[in-house]
């Protein structure tokens, strides 16, 4: 089977490489065809595709989309689009310019907690500063010596109920596939089993998901048990999904599973690299 890494983040959100460091680190795990995916921005693509035409490997579009349903924040992929899309690039914008007031916010939230200084802290860790994102605020937190890893940042402060999560509505369910079917793309529900979703919302999600013309769910993804491929494999056969195998590496020595090294789809199910 091919080695397919249909999502990772470069510098251009919060990845810790520039994306042809990523896409040279893919080449030399044995990566065939990777997608490169920053939240809610398509600048590093150009980059990432002429160094994957420089490696051989096969290079295909993506971006990580946030949008916000029923209170949650969950993320879509699109993948295989055109960039050039006025549609996409107008949405993306428009979920980009909430992250710096919501930054600032997070700033003031901490603050309050007694952490002084945390925006400009975590702004410094940006290196697209409208795509700043919690992953910045918890890398200042650590090196600042406010907690000992990102995990306990997050634990600790980041999420809901905790001191420095501020709400924030991003784009609705329907827009991001929008965006993504006017681009001509494929829409993929980013690692499913990390959302606190019952197993009844969960297939509600999904059925919103379908009806509104997702085509694919990630079964293999570096978030998720063994646990989770075994449950988000048989809802992609109940609804009809193409299976999606994606790591979400974000740096070496933060993200647990390397570009490539996931294991294999299981079988019986239909990989979304053969729609492309
Ligand atoms: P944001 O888009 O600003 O809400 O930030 C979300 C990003 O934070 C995700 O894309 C991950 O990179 C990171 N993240 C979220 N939850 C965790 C967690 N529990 N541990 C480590 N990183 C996380
Ligand atoms: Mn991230
Ligand atoms: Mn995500
Ligand atoms: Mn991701």
């Known amino acids: ?19 042809d460091a990523v896409v040279r680190r893919a080449a030399a795990n044995g990566v065939d065809m990777l997608a490169l995916t920053d939240h809610d921005d398509v600048a590093g693509l150009s980059l990432a595709r002429a160094t994957a035409d420089e490696c051989g490997i ?20 699109g993948l295989a689009f055109d960039p050039a899309s006025t549609a996409l690039n107008d949405g993306l914008a428009s979920i ?20 002084p200084d945390a925006f400009e802290g975590a702004m410094r860790f ?31 402060y980041l999420v809901p109920g905790r001191p420095g999560y501020v709400d924030h509505r991003w784009a609705s369910l329907a827009d991001a596939l929008a965006w993504v079917h006017a681009a001509g793309g494929i829409a993929v529900v980013a690692h499913p089993g990390r959302y606190k979703l019952s197993a009844r919302e969960m297939r509600r999600f999904l059925a919103e998901f379908h ?11 570096g978030s998720h048990t063994v646990d989770h491929v075994g449950t988000f494999g048989r809802l992609a056969r109940e609804f009809g999904f193409l299976a999606s195998r994606g790591s979400d590496f974000h740096g070496p020595g933060e993200s647990y599973v390397d570009l490539g090294k996931l294991a294999p789809l299981p079988d019986g199910l239909r990989p979304v690299w053969d729609a492309f």
């Open 1 to 19: 089977m091919l080695n397919c890494d249909l999502h990772c983040h470069s510098t251009a959100s919060d990845g810790l490489l520039p994306a």
């Open 211 to 221: 009806d509104l013309g997702g085509q694919a769910i990630e079964v293999m993804s």
């Open 96 to 115: 980009r310019a909430g992250r710096i007031e919501r930054a600032r916010r997070m700033g003031a939230a901490l603050e309050k907690a007694g952490i």
């Open 126 to 156: 940006a290196g697209n500063p409208s795509l700043i994102s919690r992953a910045h605020f918890a890398r200042h937190l650590v090196d600042s010596g406010v907690c000992k890893d990102v995990r306990s940042v997050f634990e600790s």
């Open 58 to 77: 096969a290079f295909v579009n993506g971006v990580e989309i946030s949008i916000e349903w029923t209170g949650l924040q969950i993320h879509i992929v």
